[in-house]
């Protein structure tokens, strides 16, 4: 099982980037995906997550009207639309697969660079 990441990048105060993650080597039905990330000298932290059939969406505070996340099973990928960044979204951003039927996250992807300028 892999997931890639991409699609981050330098982008200055106010900007927007859209990251992917595509999943392969099985399919993830009943699957969550979720992002999380992982800011210079600090711990990882859950950013949001989608349901299988995105029906369900959900954000942590500070990326909420600003983050939309979005997937398409037909692809086995999952995005990350990112509006109005912040010099403090800057991190790592990676991707992740749990069940639907457990709070673990099973499956990670290797992170994609996201930088912010101010």
């Known amino acids: 099982v892999q997931l890639q990441a991409s699609g981050g990048g330098l982008v200055q105060a106010g900007g927007s980037l859209r990251l992917s993650c595509v999943a392969s080597?099985?399919?993830?039905?009943?699957?969550?995906m979720g992002w999380f990330r992982q800011a210079p000298g600090k711990e990882r932290k859950f950013v949001g997550e989608i349901s299988w059939s995105s029906s369900v969406t959900i954000y942590v505070d500070s990326v909420k009207g600003r983050f939309t996340i979005s997937r398409d099973n037909a692809k086995n990928t999952v995005y990350l639309q990112m509006n109005s960044l912040k010099p403090e979204d800057t991190a790592v951003y990676y991707c992740a697969v749990r069940s639907t039927w457990t709070d673990v996250y099973d499956y990670w992807g290797q992170g994609t660079q996201v930088t912010v300028s101010s």
């Open positions: 080597g099985r399919t993830f039905n009943n699957h969550v």
